[in-house]
């Protein structure tokens, strides 16, 4: 089978996450499986750090810099945290350099601590119940925990909004951030798992989908530029790059 998006099989939901989670986590999102055979799940680069809860285990879902496919088997449930901007290193105590592209069982970081945070859940065949205790769980874990990490959440702010026209992208955080070049790469290797221009590269792309959901009927050249593309080549080069595929396709 072809693979597919990941947010358009099975069913799919999202809403923020409650009050104790605040501090290091700004979703929770909840994936289940169709009944029958599973295609291939195609995930594009996003920009974002995930715990996730399956099958029983937990599980880091690292930063992507490319497409990953994955394989989940029919009726499976995932329930989701997703880190906000900048704090995934400080909750789980690693670089997110060190987790790029990783699919990492919690176990390898943590160990014994991630057992006892695991054995804390209770099995329940009722879904939201399931949720609300993984809140709470790892709630325990986060309120009061000092994860996030500003400045960089200031420098995803200000990526993901768009510079002005011309602007170099370096210089301008530098500027922003008060800090040397060497300084600002290795902050945002720490906390994104890559430097600014790939940053900046995958939040262009989804600027441009977030754009083309806004505005279906606009054409796709303006649409690139208006999310901050040379032209339409530089969109589909970099769509291909991102996801494999041209943004018609994607669409």
Avoid at 30 to 56: F, S
Wanted: aromatic letters at 6%; proline letters at 8%.
């Amino acid at each position: 089978m072809e693979p597919v998006l990941a947010q358009t099989t099975g069913l799919f939901s999202e809403r923020p996450v409650a009050g104790g989670l605040a501090a290091a986590f700004c979703a929770v999102w909840v994936h289940r499986m169709d009944e029958r055979a599973v295609p291939p799940i195609l995930i594009t680069p996003d920009a974002t750090i995930d715990l996730q809860w399956i099958d029983g285990r937990f599980r880091v879902a690292g930063p992507d810099k490319e497409p990953q496919i994955e394989r989940p088997a029919a009726g499976a449930v995932i329930v989701g945290f997703r880190f906000r901007p900048g704090a995934a290193a400080g909750w789980l105590g690693v670089p997110a350099g060190e987790i790029v592209g990783g699919r990492l069982d919690l176990s390898d970081l943590w160990g014994t601590r991630c057992r006892e945070l695991s054995d804390r859940i209770r099995p329940t065949p009722n879904l939201a119940d399931l949720v609300r205790h993984l809140e709470e769980t790892i709630g325990g874990r986060t309120e009061g925990r000092d994860a996030l990490d500003p400045q960089m959440d200031r420098a995803f702010g200000v990526i993901h909004e768009g510079l002005p026209p011309e602007t170099p992208l370096v210089p301008f955080l530098q500027r922003q951030l008060h800090m040397s070049e060497r300084t600002l790469r290795r902050r945002f290797e720490d906390a994104f798992g890559y430097g600014p221009k790939t940053l900046d590269r995958i939040l262009r792309f989804h600027r441009y989908r977030r754009l083309q959901r806004q505005q279906s009927d606009a054409s796709t050249a303006l649409l690139a530029v208006e999310a901050g593309y040379t032209d339409q080549a530089h969109l589909i080069r970099e769509s291909r790059r991102l996801t494999g595929v041209t943004p018609s396709a994607l669409a």
